[in-house]
T-cell receptor, first 115, second 114 residues
Framework: KQEVTQIPAALSVPEGENLVLNCSFTDSAIYNLQWFRQDPGKGLTSLLLIQSSQREQTSGRLNASLDKSSGRSTLYIAASQPGDSATYLCAVRKYSGAGSYQLTFGKGTKLSVIP | GAGVSQTPSNKVTEKGKYVELRCDPISGHTALYWYRQSLGQGPEFLIYFQGTGAADDSGLPNDRFFAVRPEGSVSTLKIQRTERGDSAVYLC????????????FGPGTRLTVT
């Protein structure tokens, strides 16, 4: 059974700092990996999706890397801002039959950026 | 364009009651997923629909949970004889088709069983 672990569980940084969030997964036979942001009481917003054949994806101040063979992904946030404060979730997608590509999520990293 | 919508946003019910949670996916999306997120946890897969049929219901915890999608658009998650342990946020996601397409999530329904 696929397990996804995110470290750290919580992180507090001063504004302007660069930071890295970590995600590891036990089964490397994934289709792709997705990073989400979740604000309190809200749904999930997709940040970056990395296909299994890719090594990294970038969007603005965000960069996500994927090392499928070692079961690891990182999300790098440059020049953090208070508006980046949220919970960041990593999810891996694997084909589970009958056309189903269900996501398996980690528990998330709660990020606080202090002004 | 309109995203995934879910109603109600909050639902409080007494133990033993029946509840229905509704999901309205993005227009044209044929794949629909339900997830459940307990406090402090990541979302957990419940069921997947491709069109009208439940292609994968391996995540449903027991037979008190059931979901339908009769016309291949709106879906309803039904929970019978609710228990306090069912309290969670129920999230719905849709994607363009089956396959590894990106899933777009709704805001969720927060269910509280008292």
């Amino acid at each position: 059974k696929q397990e996804v672990t995110q470290i750290p569980a919580a992180l507090s940084v001063p504004e302007g700092e660069n930071l890295v969030l970590n995600c590891s997964f036990t089964d490397s036979a994934i289709y792709n990996l997705q990073w989400f942001r979740q604000d309190p009481g809200k749904g999930l917003t997709s940040l970056l999706l990395i296909q299994s054949s890719q090594r990294e994806q970038t969007s603005g101040r965000l960069n996500a890397s994927l090392d499928k063979s070692s079961g690891r992904s990182t999300l790098y946030i440059a020049a953090s801002q208070p508006g980046d404060s949220a919970t960041y979730l990593c999810a891996v997608r694997k084909y589970s039959g009958a056309g189903s590509y269900q996501l398996t999520f980690g528990k998330g990293t709660k990020l606080s950026v202090i002004p | 364009g309109a995203g995934v919508s879910q109603t109600p946003s909050n639902k409080v019910t007494e133990k033993g009651k029946y509840v229905e949670l509704r999901c309205d996916p993005i227009s044209g999306h044929t794949a629909l997923y339900w997830y459940r997120q307990s406090l402090g946890q990541g979302p957990e897969f419940l069921i997947y629909f491709q069109g009208t049929g439940a292609a994968d219901d391996s995540g449903l915890p027991n037979d008190r949970f059931f979901a339908v999608r009769p016309e291949g658009s709106v879906s309803t998650l039904k929970i019978q004889r609710t228990e306090r342990g069912d309290s969670a946020v129920y999230l719905c996601a849709s994607s363009l088709s089956s396959g590894g397409y990106e899933q777009y999530f709704g805001p969720g329904t927060r269910l509280t069983v008292t």
